[in-house]
């Protein structure tokens, strides 16, 4: 009998964490150029103070597909800089074609690839996950609404580096756009179980020049940030999908910004498929 009431007190303890732990957002930002920032004067410590005072919990921060001895140096003294201040660090990889077999994908796989040897060299400052921005829709034969035949393509790039990520204990996180959400039942459950996190470009929704006020923008973010995540899950299990953070751009808010983020944490923080927001980029904010 005592060994029963202990374990319900364990697990009654256990809760309040465990819903802790699903309830605080994730606080994203970009991080384009890495070389260039970072050589900045005092850059690595300018970009720890961005993060501490716009309360970012993690970062995705290019790396270069083949990076010098130096670049490789500046970003384990960024990844164990970070982790200090408990911000996580994700490893940030772009294409507009690693959708495709061949030499695009391998290409894509053999940067992944780095990532993880960078891990293994530097096991004190390792990537906590990977960050990938691949973008078919931007060659003129994906453009168009309902145009979604490199989906398939595109979610096998996912899988593909998912395998490594996984084996590698790192999360694997990738930026889409609203129009991947408009496909069919299979169509979205295709994305949304390609990967573990996905994070929505939700942009061009307002500008500093428009003439609404705050409040207007506000509704809009909260809005149509509800009803694209109703739009992503609606029809599906919500067991082995990718959660999706929200992100929104400096140059559609301007100083507003923080605001507006702040308005997806409020609208969201209950939707058990939220996963928070991210900042594009801190880019923006540099002089």
């Known amino acids: 009998m005592k060994s029963i009431i202990c374990a319900i007190i364990t697990a009654a303890l256990a809760l309040p964490t465990a819903a802790a732990d699903v309830a605080i957002p994730v606080h994203g930002l970009w991080v384009w150029k890495s070389p260039t920032v970072l050589r900045a004067a005092q850059g690595m410590q300018a970009l720890d103070q961005f993060c501490r005072s716009a309360g970012i919990t993690e ?28 911000v996580r660090v994700e490893a940030l990889i772009s294409s507009t074609n690693a959708d495709e077999e061949g030499a695009p994908r391998t290409k894509l796989l053999d940067h992944v690839r780095w990532v993880l040897q960078f891990n293994q060299r530097h ?8 960050h990938l921005d691949i973008e ?38 990738a930026d889409i756009q609203n129009k991947l959400l408009k496909g069919n039942l299979e169509q979205r459950r295709l994305l949304l179980s390609s990967v573990s996190r996905v994070t929505l470009m939700l942009y061009e929704l307002s500008s500093p020049d428009d003439g609404t006020t705050t409040v207007d923008k506000i509704d809009k973010i909260k809005q149509s940030s509800e009803k694209f ?40 923080r209950g939707n058990a498929h939220y996963l928070g927001w991210a900042r594009h980029s801190y880019n923006d904010a540099l002089p």
């Open 59 to 86: 970062i995705y921060v290019s790396v270069p597909a083949h990076p010098d001895s130096l670049e490789e140096q500046e970003l384990q003294q960024l990844v164990g800089r970070l982790h200090d201040s408990k």
């Open 123 to 130: 096991t004190q400052q390792r990537f906590d996950g990977v």
């Open 136 to 173: 078919p829709q931007q060659r003129p034969e994906n453009k168009g609404p309902g145009n979604l035949g490199f989906l398939a393509g595109l979610a096998a790039a996912f899988r593909d580096v998912r395998t490594l990520t996984d084996a590698a204990r790192m999360t694997l996180n």
């Open 229 to 268: 995540l109703e739009m992503a899950y609606q029809g599906l299990e919500a067991q082995g999908l990718a959660r999706m953070a929200i992100a929104l751009r400096t140059p559609d808010y301007g100083p507003l910004l923080p605001q507006m983020l702040s308005a997806l944490d409020a609208a969201n």
